[in-house]
């Protein structure tokens, strides 16, 4: 499995995974096709096809579990799950 596929991946675990770091998920994303806009208000704009989705980041590089979750039903909803790549 390829170290962008192992990062999406995590997203997907169960239970949720607490240690997702922001930066190295950023560069999966984007290898996917994902247009990934940082902001200055600790968010992350995701752009796919026709979809967007604001991620909310934390100071600390790592995601919230609640972060997870929604980033985990935006990317189901675009069709990039684990089984998909």
């Given at each position: 499995m390829s170290?962008?596929?192992d990062k999406i991946a995590k997203i997907f675990e169960h239970p949720i995974s607490g240690n997702?770091?922001?930066s190295?998920?950023?560069?999966?994303?984007e290898y996917y096709g994902i247009e990934v806009d940082m902001?200055?208000?600790h968010r992350?704009?995701?752009h796919f096809k026709d979809r967007e989705y604001s991620l909310a980041?934390?100071?600390r590089n790592e995601l919230s579990k609640d972060?997870?979750?929604g980033l985990r039903h935006f990317l189901q909803e675009v069709g990039l799950t684990p089984e998909n790549l």
């Open positions: 170290k962008h596929k997702i770091d922001v190295r998920l950023v560069h999966a994303l902001n200055k208000k992350a704009l995701l980041l934390s100071h972060a997870i979750v």
